[in-house]
């Protein structure tokens, strides 16, 4: 994606990267209490979030350009919802994010993705890093269908080889810091798929922020819920932001209202706007996302 780099600056990049990422989760550690931690926001208040930004941003299936150009800067520590009518480019933009989109056939990205100062597309760069550091959450629950409610929480962890005592705390944290532990806590050698919807996708949730990121990207992550197990995402994404910088695709407009600071709208794979939420659903600069907001097409 860009320039063939000096290689000793190859070296620097790759690994400020995963170091300062470890650095960063080793000083969070140490600040954490060993007491049970009731949410993410009290595990660790004030931990410094991480900014990513896209630089004229395209992305092709094949020859299909789906998204378009786009340049769009998403805050540390502050929730961003992408809104839109269906076939946008919503789903295949956060893909770009953490790389993801390049895994389908035929797909590929154009332009730039920095994670604070880090261009997450240089060619010297890990891509399991790069996905371990911007987590994702999908549309539909999708727990580990074999493993246990545990073992879908652990299983990131122990492939970087947390084991024993450590490895049932940051279990608990991560199911506490997703709003679940009380539901499960005595059931953990349970099937992850003998949960409700919600609980699925809260354990999903528990499963991404469990080794720690920087980012969490979700695709309507409660698109399939009911308006309980929603709210609950909803508060969650709230907690969430303390601790990490959030990017939450949403076709509910209140949804993305009660949880997001700014607002992005696209169409036909470009960003038409991006600004404060409330001035977004209020006020908004363009007049196709007034029509969009207002319900004249989408
Ligand atoms: N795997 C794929 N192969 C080819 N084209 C694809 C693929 N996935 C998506 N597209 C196309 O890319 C465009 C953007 O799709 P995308 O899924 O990103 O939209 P979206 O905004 O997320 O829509 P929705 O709100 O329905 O989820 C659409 O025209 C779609 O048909
Ligand atoms: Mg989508």
């Not at 930004?53 to 998403?74: F, I, M, N, P």
Request: charged share 25%.
């Amino acid at each position: 994606m860009s320039a063939d780099p000096d290689p000793k600056e190859d070296a620097r990049t790759v690994s400020d990267i995963s170091t300062r990422s470890e650095q960063r989760r080793a000083r969070d550690r140490d600040a954490r209490p060993t007491a049970p931690v009731p949410s993410a926001a009290q595990a660790a208040p004030g931990r410094a979030g991480h900014t990513i930004a896209l630089e004229k941003l395209s992305a092709y299936y094949g020859e299909t350009r789906a998204v378009r150009d786009v340049d769009l800067t998403y805050a540390a520590n502050q929730v961003t919802a992408m809104i839109g009518p269906s076939g946008c480019g919503k789903s295949t933009l956060v893909r770009c994010i953490n790389r993801m989109h390049e895994e389908i056939p035929g797909a590929r990205a154009e332009g730039k993705v920095t994670l604070d100062d880090v261009d997450i597309y240089d060619s010297s760069i890990d891509v399991t890093m790069v996905r371990r550091v911007i987590g994702m959450v999908f549309q539909k629950p999708n727990p580990f269908p074999t493993m246990s409610i545990f073992d879908n929480v652990a299983a990131g962890l122990r492939l970087s080889g947390v084991r024993g005592v450590d490895l049932r705390e940051r279990v608990e944290w991560a199911l506490r810091a997703a709003g679940l532990w009380d539901e499960v806590k005595d059931r953990l050698g349970a099937p992850g798929i003998s949960l409700s919807g919600g609980q699925q996708q809260r354990l999903c949730i528990a499963r991404t922020i469990a080794v720690e990121p920087e980012v969490v990207l979700m695709d309507e992550p409660a698109s399939a819920l009911d308006p309980i197990a929603t709210l609950k995402i909803e508060d969650l994404v709230h907690e969430l932001k303390e601790r990490f910088t959030i990017v939450i695709v949403t076709h509910n407009m209140q949804q993305a209202a009660r949880v997001a600071a700014t607002t992005a709208f696209m169409l036909n794979g470009e960003l038409i706007e991006h600004g404060p939420t409330d001035k977004i659903f209020s006020n908004p600069n363009d007049s196709r996302t007034e029509d969009y907001i207002t319900g004249k097409f989408g």
